[in-house]
């Protein structure tokens, strides 16, 4: 799971307890202004593949975790509960997308959503 952190300009989302090894990240901070778009989205998780992984972990049905390669686009994932995946999609980051689970998915998309409509 993520902890995120909404703050004036950033997004930090902290990966938590074992996240770290089987995302081999433990941080990443995304400008809010690089953040195009968040929705909730179990559906596209479900999928059974999510891309080639470079780095990262796949264990279907149980765990996605890492940088992922799909449809050129570079992905990060940390995902375990399908029914609390964010997607957030990107412009000028390293990655185009990141598909996180996070504790409150709707919570957390109704505030990042009034956070980046601001800027």
């Given at each position: ?38 929705r ?57 997308e ?6 409150n ?15």
């Amino acid at each position: 799971m993520v902890k995120p952190t909404i703050t004036t300009n950033i997004l930090s989302l902290n990966m938590e307890g074992a996240d770290k090894i089987w995302s081999l990240k433990s941080h990443l901070e995304i400008s809010l202004q690089h953040i195009t778009g968040v929705r909730v989205d179990s559906e596209i998780v479900k999928k059974w593949y999510h891309g080639l992984k470079s780095p990262g972990t796949s264990i279907p049905h149980v765990i996605t975790a890492g940088t992922f390669y799909q449809d050129r686009k570079r992905v990060f994932w940390d995902i375990h509960h399908p029914e609390q995946a964010v997607i957030i999609s990107l412009k000028d980051e390293i990655y185009n997308e990141l598909v996180v689970e996070v504790k409150n998915p709707e919570i957390f998309v109704s505030q990042l959503q009034k956070v980046i409509n601001k800027n």
